[in-house]
Structures are given as C-alpha cells and as structure tokens.
C-alpha cells in the first residue's frame, strides 16, 4: 500500500491505501467508480476529506480522488444557475459567487471541502443550507451504472441528512445550485450573525459582509482549515446537534424549533457534561483533544491515532449520556470504524 488517507484528510489520521486514482474530468470519474466496482475491488471517493474518519488500517482497495473543476452558468434574468463539478473547492464557489453577485452562498463561507460533499449532509451554518439552494444533482448509480439527473426533492434532504449519507450506491457527480442576481444575501436567520452584522434578525446585508464575519466567527473557533493551527486538524463538528422532545431539554440548554422538534446544541451538552475545551490533554499521550476553541471539535494535535480519537470520542458521548440521558451521533463519515 504506497500511499496514506491520512495526507488526504484534515484530521491527519488514516492508514494507507492500496491505490489512489485522481480523477480530473466527470467521464474519469465515473470510469475509475466503475472499474473498481467490476474488479471487485472497494472504491472509496475522497473529496477534501473535510468530514472523513479512516480506520489506522486504511483501505485495502482504490482511493479516488474527486479533483473535477468545471463550473457553467446559466443566465436566467433576475436569478443564475451555477453547474459545479463535484471536485470543486466549496468556499472558492462562496468566494466567486459573492464577487459575482450571485447570493445565496455566503452564509456558509470556510466550510471546508468540496461541492460534491455538500449535498450528502445537507452542510449548512448560520441559518442556511446547501438545500436551500439545490437546484438538482448528477449522479452515479453504481448498482446500474446509470447517470442520473435528480431534482431536490429526491434527495431526501433533512437536518444534516440526505438519501446520500448512510449509502455509498450514489456518487455525487455536479451540483446545480439557483441564486439570485443580487449583491445582498438572503435574510439573516442566526441570531449571533445579525448582532455581528449590525442588523436585525430576519434583515438582509451584503453578502461581502455576511461572508467577511462568517469567516471571522468561523476562525474564532478553529473551523477554518490552517495548516498551522491544530484546532482546525479536526472534521469541525464531531457531533450532530440532537433532536429531543421537549421534556428532555435540560435546563439552560440552547434549543430551537426545527420542523416542529427541539434542536440542541450539541457543544453546550458537551461543555455542561464536564468536557470542556481543550480536554484530553492531560488523558494518556493528550495526542488527541477537544478543540481549545470549541467544544464540539475533536482534534489531532499530532502524532494521534485513529483509535485514539474514538476512544476520547466514546467518553464524550458516554458523559453526555449519563448526565443528560441524551445520546450524541456522530456527524462525521466513519470508515472502517465504529462508534
């Protein structure tokens, strides 16, 4: 196995890989998912590895690498449709579409990754959605072999969940995305984000503005990608936000109300569990912790271990249960491990 899924990830954990392939067109793309699938040989897609937990044994079959550029536009009067190829780097799409005018992006700037990864958990923050923007997806059916066009409707998309996340049959091939021709952003649904912006909840501001303070509350706590900063080696938010009923809110907990259910913040859990920043460090070799910046990141500080961050992992997980009988999932993709 000559090459490591560590190096392709941003967490820095993961064993070797028997082959990569990089593909740089959508026909490449399909050519090596089916080639590998007719050998009988696993195929692993890896796009930023933004959101990827690899076993330390790595992956015993083909890596491949969605390294896809293309993006078109279609004018359409007051709004544009954007095709972006799956291997496009997200926050470079955010960048370009709010320099172009295009709005409807900026709220989610500094997620890291690549396009075709967005749709698969529906990735979202302050207030927005990628589903708020799908327009529809080209997709690989590996059990067929077809190219399929889907619209949004069958994606299935819910609260950080698609049709795409718990099955590897699909392959995200391009995502469509409708944006309106305007220099502003849609209304400000994040109450920290208007306070920030100076406006009121549910207003509207320019889109350079909602994406200049996104990234600055995004690099306040270790969610932007820097090579030198071990709190943003990491998959951002380990833990998905609970849904509980409304007798399970513990007391002073942050919650809203989702498609009539209660969201929590999985962060305060954590932190109001007794697992605050930066904890772990002082637990076995402290090669893997709770970010310094915020609670809901677990970290490679260097030299850790898949296995490592599991078990700090399943500590988090098993505290919250006990003190708040409330069970964290991870949103993070596990590969070749369990939780």
Avoid at 116 to 142: K, M
Avoid at 301 to 323: M, N, S
Wanted: net charge negative; glycine share 12%; hydrophobic share 40%.
């Amino acid at each position: 196995m000559p090459a490591t899924i560590a190096d392709l990830t941003t967490l820095r954990l993961g064993g070797p890989a028997r082959r990569i392939v990089t593909a740089d067109t959508t026909d490449a793309f399909v050519d090596a998912v089916r080639a590998a699938d007719t050998a009988g040989a696993p195929a692993l897609v890896i796009g930023g590895g933004s959101n990827l937990v690899m076993s330390d044994a790595g992956w015993d079959g083909t890596v491949v690498l969605a390294r896809t550029q293309e993006i078109t536009v279609d004018e359409r009067g007051d709004t544009v449709r954007v095709h972006v190829d799956a291997g496009v780097h997200w926050d470079s799409l955010v960048g370009r579409s709010v320099a172009e005018g295009w709005s409807g992006l900026a709220a989610m700037s500094g997620i890291p990754g690549m396009t075709g990864a967005t749709p698969i958990q529906n990735v979202g923050a302050y207030g927005s959605e990628v589903s708020d923007v799908v327009a529809g997806l080209q997709v690989y059916d590996r059990e067929t072999g077809a190219v399929q066009e889907w619209d949004p409707q069958r994606c299935g998309f819910g609260f950080r969940s698609s049709a795409f996340k718990y099955s590897d049959r699909f392959v995200v091939l391009r995502v469509d995305f409708d944006l309106a021709r305007s220099t502003d952003a849609p209304p400000v649904r994040y109450l920290e984000l208007a306070r920030r912006l100076g406006v009121e909840q549910h207003d509207v501001a320019p889109s350079k503005d909602v994406r200049d303070v996104v990234l600055d509350l995004r690099r306040s706590k270790g969610m932007v990608l820097d090579a030198a900063d071990h709190d943003t080696w990491s998959v951002g938010s380990f833990f998905v936000n609970p849904f509980v009923p409304p007798e399970l809110v513990p007391a002073g907990c942050p919650n809203w109300q989702v498609d009539h259910q209660l969201k929590l913040s999985a962060a305060w859990l954590i932190e109001n569990a007794g697992f605050g920043k930066g904890f772990g460090a002082d637990v076995g070799a402290g090669r893997v912790t709770v970010s310094t910046k915020h609670t809901l990141a677990l970290t490679n500080r260097g030299g850790g271990t898949t296995a490592e961050l599991l078990d700090l992992a399943r500590v988090i997980r098993d505290g919250v249960e006990v003190r708040f009988g409330i069970r964290l999932r991870p949103e993070a993709h596990l590969v070749g491990v369990e939780l």
